[in-house]
């Protein structure tokens, strides 16, 4: 109201005009929600996975799925921490540890995931004894899929090995001719074994002459024919020189190990030879 009385026309102004700033700064000034806000309805929700690496026991792969979050803290309970959305951590040693993620929002809103993890070296898998057909050189019913024990040593471009009835300890065996009479024999078989592996090679030999030999060979894949040999990667080879005759076997050895790959193969022959000579009872087994 004004008063139209001299000057307090004028200070009751002033009073009013005051009083209208006053409740005009107390009723409409507030603070407004930032834009897009849902904090209400969206909290943030932390939440992961954890997986073992596949080629060191003690690494952990962290998989973040929290949701309605924009920043996390991950503590991996062994004194390591990170920032990032997903997570690697490889911890000093076995043992159970306590990993957490914190993730917030653009309000400042967090929410904490929780969860042990126990970390414990794998057993080292049983290595692979491969199964060799015909290792003994007997003619069985159904061997190889036909019953004559040379089909599991055949490898073509190479003339397969006699059998005889002169083997170790009397049983059959495979025989070696001379130089002198029809082509080289070869004995060949591809088997499967277990990779980054030590393993050996056991097989019995007999020889007649001075000079005569008997050679086993391990090879680093597996051949499709016989010329491949000359250039294939060897993984181990022996010769047996001791002449101790007809009947009378010695063992030939090949220690090797595998590599990335679990496919080899063993070729046995005999070099120019003045006599027959002789092989039987063929093993493979993982080195201790």
């Not at 001299?6 to 107390?26: D, H, K, N, R, T």
Request: charge should be negative.
């Amino acid at each position: 109201m004004i008063i139209q009385h001299g000057s307090s026309q004028f200070v009751m102004f002033l009073i009013s005009a005051s009083v209208i700033l006053s409740l005009s700064a107390c009723d409409f000034e507030y603070e407004l929600p930032e834009e897009g806000s849902i904090e209400d309805l969206t909290p943030p929700e932390a939440n992961f996975t954890a997986s073992q690496s596949d080629t060191d026991f003690l690494t952990y792969n962290f998989a973040n799925f929290s949701a309605s979050a924009t920043t996390y803290e991950w503590d991996f309970g062994d004194g390591n921490t990170a920032n990032t959305r997903d997570a690697v951590n490889t911890y000093p040693d076995e043992g159970t540890y306590t990993v957490s993620l914190t993730a917030s929002d653009a309000l400042g809103k967090t929410d904490t995931f929780t969860a042990d993890i126990t970390i414990v070296e794998p057993p080292v898998p049983t290595a692979i004894t491969p199964v060799i057909g015909a290792a003994e050189f007997q003619d069985e019913a159904g061997i190889c899929g036909t019953g004559d024990s040379r089909d599991c040593w055949r490898i073509s471009g190479g003339s397969i090995h006699q059998t005889t009835s002169d083997g170790r300890n009397g049983t059959r065996g495979a025989k070696y001719t001379a130089a002198s009479s029809n082509s080289p024999r070869v004995t060949y078989q591809a088997v499967t074994v277990s990779p980054n592996t030590k393993y050996i090679l056991t097989a019995y030999y007999a020889i007649q002459s001075d000079g005569d030999t008997v050679r086993a060979t391990v090879i680093d894949g597996q051949l499709e024919n016989y010329s491949e040999f000359a250039d294939a990667s060897l993984l181990g080879q022996s010769v047996g020189t001791v002449n101790d005759g007809k009947g009378n076997f010695n063992r030939l050895i090949v220690e090797f190990e595998t590599g990335a790959s679990g496919e080899i193969s063993m070729l046995f022959d005999a070099g120019a030879n003045a006599s027959e000579s002789y092989l039987d009872d063929v093993s493979i087994i993982p080195a201790e």
